[in-house]
């Protein structure tokens, strides 16, 4: 690969990590808001400074790089993160659920609302990398 091809690669690689922080987290504050009004328990996650937002970077350097040089095999690679990832959320998400059902009724709805925002933000995510990866392609004549 030549010099130029590269640095263009990486910006696009840097705006596939960056650029998608604005809009998914206004999405996901919203959502997250309108979830807190149902309830007041917090997950350890929500605790920890900006877990999820470094964790959404590393996500997003992995589909692009993974994009580039294993394009055949993305959509296994997608596959088995995202299942990984839902599995060890959805204990947490089983844990809390038990703990506001003992609190209110309804609250399955606010485990359902907590998976909604997880899936909305991979989505984003997703089609991101994917938008800036082609695009990068477009701009290289590839």
Avoid: C, H
């Amino acid at each position: 690969m030549e010099f130029i091809t590269i640095i263009i690669y990486f910006i696009f690689l840097l705006a596939s990590v960056l650029v998608p922080d604005v809009y998914i987290l206004s999405v996901k504050k919203f959502l997250t808001n309108k979830v807190k009004e149902l309830s007041t328990v917090k997950t350890e996650s929500e605790k920890l400074f900006d877990i999820p937002q470094v964790l959404g970077w590393t996500e997003r350097t992995l589909y692009y790089l993974f994009l580039a040089f294993f394009i055949n095999q993305f959509a296994i690679f997608l596959g088995i993160w995202l299942a990984l990832k839902t599995i060890v959320t959805f204990k947490d998400w089983q844990a809390q659920s038990t703990v506001t059902k003992k609190a209110k009724a309804g609250s399955g709805n606010i485990v359902k609302a907590k998976f909604s925002i997880f899936l909305i933000g991979n989505g984003l995510s997703i089609i991101s990398v994917i938008l800036f990866f082609f695009l990068a392609k477009a701009i290289l004549g590839f």
